[in-house]
């Protein structure tokens, strides 16, 4: 079902491209690219809590060199300039390490057939104020130290369009691409109160950079100050989406939201979920179509237990479709796949606030 759906998946954003035959290559993409998606899933698993600690990021790296030169062509060279005596990291390894696995594959695919080089730098820097209002998540994080992975390739790079949209998920502008890697990435800096910059320039290559925080630092006024803004948005956001790799995207939004999230692969699980303690969840969302039981009748049951619970319907089906089966029934609101962060964020305020 996973390969099925991903092909799907592929198959949607494929759009004009899509002849009768890309539908089996989608098919084979999507189980070349299991490996990979189990991968993504994995670090999944535990249902987005983050183990943070302190971590070396040299070390990290270092462990998994063999593994990046295993995932690149052989024309690929790597780099390595990693700052010695570097403090350690307040972060999730695994989180790291899926996150640094997605830009590497990102930069040998911008890389592609020809020999290219991909360079991953660490270091510490200063972000004054007007360097972080350029970087994406950061605008309000503190003034002050943090660490950094950086990780550059001498590939195709990107031109404006492309690089205001990489972030959204399912953005790819690659012929098998699924547009998750980018999401995830942003998903997990933002988990970790870092920020991400990103330089390109087409036909030269990018250069993605993580800022990760100190491990230890003591907290400044301005940081505890965040972390309460970020608590007013806290919650528990309940996910029904029988697709793994878009339960698990949404899954990451939502904790860029500042949320956390469970997930559940059909209705009947959900309704399961949310009847064991309706107080915990600030909000569902629900996927239309799903087997097992759909979102109509999901949406139902949701109510009986709490005639108050906050659901808002995503679906692939055109919103008109959609919530004229709904009318009148007191949906909190509706949300055409595929959608971005900023949709939802808009969405989900919205919600939490009526
Ligand atoms: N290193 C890079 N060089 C050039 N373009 C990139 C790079 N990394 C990401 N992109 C662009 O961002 C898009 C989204 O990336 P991603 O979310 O990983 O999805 P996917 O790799 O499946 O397309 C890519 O399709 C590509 O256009
Ligand atoms: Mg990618």
Do not use: W
């Amino acid at each position: 079902t996973s390969i099925l759906g991903n092909a799907n998946l592929a198959n949607a954003s494929l759009g004009i491209h899509n002849g009768a035959g890309s539908y089996i290559e989608n098919i084979e993409t999507a189980a070349m690219r299991a490996g990979e998606l189990c991968n993504q899933m994995l670090t999944y698993a535990g249902h987005g809590r983050f183990n943070l600690e302190a971590v070396n990021l040299n070390q990290l790296i270092t462990d998994m060199t063999r593994l990046l030169e295993l995932t690149v062509s052989k024309k690929t060279v790597f780099k390595y300039h990693l700052t010695d005596h570097l403090p350690l990291a307040h972060a999730d390894p695994s989180q790291i390490r899926q996150a640094l696995m997605n830009l590497v594959i990102n930069a040998a695919e911008a890389i592609g057939d020809t020999s290219g080089l991909i360079t991953i730098n660490t270091g510490m820097m200063r972000a004054e104020r007007h360097y972080l209002t350029e970087t994406y998540l950061a605008p309000d994080l503190p003034e002050g130290d943090y660490l950094y992975i950086e990780v550059s390739d001498n590939g195709s790079g990107m031109n404006n369009a492309v690089k205001n949209r990489i972030f959204d998920p399912f953005f790819s502008t690659k012929f098998t691409g699924r547009g998750l890697g980018l999401a995830a990435v942003l998903g997990i800096v933002r988990s970790h109160h870092g920020a991400l910059k990103v330089y390109s320039e087409l036909n030269r290559g990018s250069t993605f950079k993580l800022l990760l925080p100190l491990e230890n630092e003591p907290k400044s006024g301005e940081r505890r100050a965040i972390e309460n803004q970020n608590a007013q948005l806290s919650g528990t956001i309940l996910i029904a989406d029988d697709e793994e790799s878009v339960a698990a995207v949404t899954a990451r939004m939502v904790e860029a939201l500042g949320f956390k999230a469970v997930i559940t692969e059909n209705g009947r699980r959900c309704v399961e979920a949310f009847k064991e303690n309706p107080a915990d969840f600030a909000l569902v969302l629900l996927d239309l179509s799903m087997p097992e039981m759909g979102g109509e009748e999901t949406f139902r049951e949701l109510r009986l237990i709490d005639p108050a619970a906050r659901v808002i319907l995503t679906s692939g089906f055109n919103e008109e479709d959609a919530s004229h089966r709904f009318s009148g029934k007191g949906l909190t609101g509706f949300l055409q796949k595929p959608y971005n962060l900023k949709e939802l964020r808009a969405l989900i305020s919205q919600a939490i606030d009526s």
